[in-house]
């Protein structure tokens, strides 16, 4: 996963997966794709930047379910210059995840150094990391929990960025698929 610079194959087939998408946001073109990340003291992790400057700026048909949210969307609430406070999973409804105030990590979590992508429903959303440690990852973020997304998390199939992510969505694979029935 190259998160500081596109690879074009990977950008290639971010076009192939939005190909048929007619109702999809236009790309917001690099203009404002640097004015985004100045308001907000970012650098957005590739291939995400170079798809929204350059592919599309979200789509209705997915992923998630209910489509992927235009940039400016995904940032409301959001605070991305404090890093993403996880490392790994946390189901926080069983467990305080050893934090003296497991609410005020949960916030951050929902709200810190992420952008939230869209949403399968139900209260499970989607979230590419902008800041910290795992920049560039794809968490899963419930009301009971969050996750990442990808192969180093106990997922065969997927890489845990934007580019594995999607290719996961297009090839029609569940979103927690371990590989096994391949």
Not at 76 to 99: C, N, S, T, V, Y
Not at 104 to 127: I, K, P, R, Y
Not at 155 to 180: C, K, N
């Amino acid at each position: 996963m190259n998160i500081e610079r596109a690879v074009p194959e990977e950008l290639a087939a971010l076009r192939e997966a939005f190909a048929v998408d007619d109702e999809g946001a236009p790309a917001l073109g690099w203009e404002a794709v640097h004015a985004f990340e100045a308001e907000h003291g970012v650098v957005l992790p590739e291939p995400y930047r170079t798809f929204v400057a350059e592919v599309s700026d979200g789509s209705f048909q997915g992923p998630p379910e209910y489509g992927l949210v235009e940039l400016a969307e995904s940032a409301k609430g959001q605070d991305l210059g404090r890093p993403f406070p996880l490392a790994e999973p946390w189901i926080w409804e069983d467990d305080d995840g050893g934090h003296e105030d497991p609410d005020a990590v949960v916030e951050q979590v929902v709200h810190q150094g992420s952008l939230n992508l869209g949403t399968d429903g139900c209260g499970m959303d989607w979230h590419l990391v902008v800041t910290g440690p795992h920049r560039g990852h794809i968490w899963q973020v419930t009301d009971v929990g969050a996750l990442p997304f990808g192969a180093e998390f106990g997922h065969t199939t997927a890489a845990p960025g934007f580019a594995g992510w999607v290719r996961h969505w297009a090839a029609g694979q569940e979103w927690f698929d371990d590989g096994s029935a391949q």
